[in-house]
């Protein structure tokens, strides 16, 4: 499989930690009255996903202390998207 965000291209296993080590800037965590949420956008299409962090923590480094956790979801999340909406474009590319 292919990055989306530059040219490193392997396994789906090594995509998922690439994109977790590399471009974990593109999934946003954010706070409101609404409660915490995590974005990641497509940079292919408009597709975005969306999810509520669970609010099992009351502790305000929540956030970071979970970070990396909340974007192996959220980029296993995006692979799967990945997967089923872009891959035939790469195969025909
Ligand atoms: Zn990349
Ligand atoms: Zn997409």
Redesign the pocket.
């Known amino acids: 499989m292919n ?6 291209a392997g396994s789906r296993r090594e ?1 998922h930690a ?2 977790t080590d ?2 974990s800037e593109e999934c946003r965590t954010s706070e409101s009255w609404a409660g915490r949420h995590y974005e990641l956008a497509c940079p292919r299409c408009d597709f975005t996903i969306r999810r509520q962090i669970k609010p099992r923590l009351q502790d305000p480094k929540f956030l970071e202390d979970y970070a990396r956790e909340i974007r192996l979801v959220a980029f296993d999340m995006f692979l799967y998207h990945l997967e089923a909406e872009h891959e035939q474009e790469e195969a025909g590319a």
Do not use: R, W
């Open positions: 990055c989306p965000y530059c040219d490193f995509l690439h994109l590399e471009h």
